[in-house]
């Protein structure tokens, strides 16, 4: 990823994080260095992972070759972190002139909380056997 782009993906991933707030984990990825991968990471306690992470290819066996050809982004997919918590994510396939996939920013949500809220208030209201 040239110096240009990565200084916008990088502004854009700032954005976000701030916008967004802690339930939600931005991480960019540059693919031009296989060694690490990851140059921005926010909110990293809900993956549990680090900017230091190596790329570790069974991260993205979700994503296939056709899927990045064909398509400019995934949005909620289900993802499952290293320490087993279930997340919705969101992909988006950065991609060069050539249409090369140099990159990719993604969205990963905690909704963990709201639905212990939602199972909570079933509860009260004895109808949580019909979830």
């Not at 990293?44 to 991260?59: A, F, V």
């Not at 070759?65 to 994510?89: A, L």
């Not at 050539?98 to 199972?119: E, H, P, Q, R, W």
Request: hydrophobic share 35%.
């Amino acid at each position: 990823m040239d110096k240009k782009i990565r200084e916008k993906y990088l502004f854009l991933a700032e954005f976000l994080e701030k916008t967004l707030g802690s339930e939600y984990e931005i991480v960019l990825y540059d693919f031009s260095n296989n060694e690490s991968s990851i140059i921005y990471l926010a909110n990293s306690h809900i993956s549990g992972r680090s900017i230091e992470n190596p790329l570790d290819s069974s991260t993205f066996k979700f994503i296939s070759e056709q899927t990045i050809r064909d398509n400019n982004y995934i949005v909620s997919q289900k993802g499952i972190t290293r320490n087993g918590k279930v997340i919705k994510s969101s992909s988006f396939f950065i991609k060069d002139d050539d249409n090369n996939f140099i990159g990719m920013l993604c969205i990963n949500f905690d909704g963990s909380k709201y639905v212990n809220l939602a199972k909570k208030i079933l509860r009260l209201t004895n109808m949580e056997m019909l979830l």
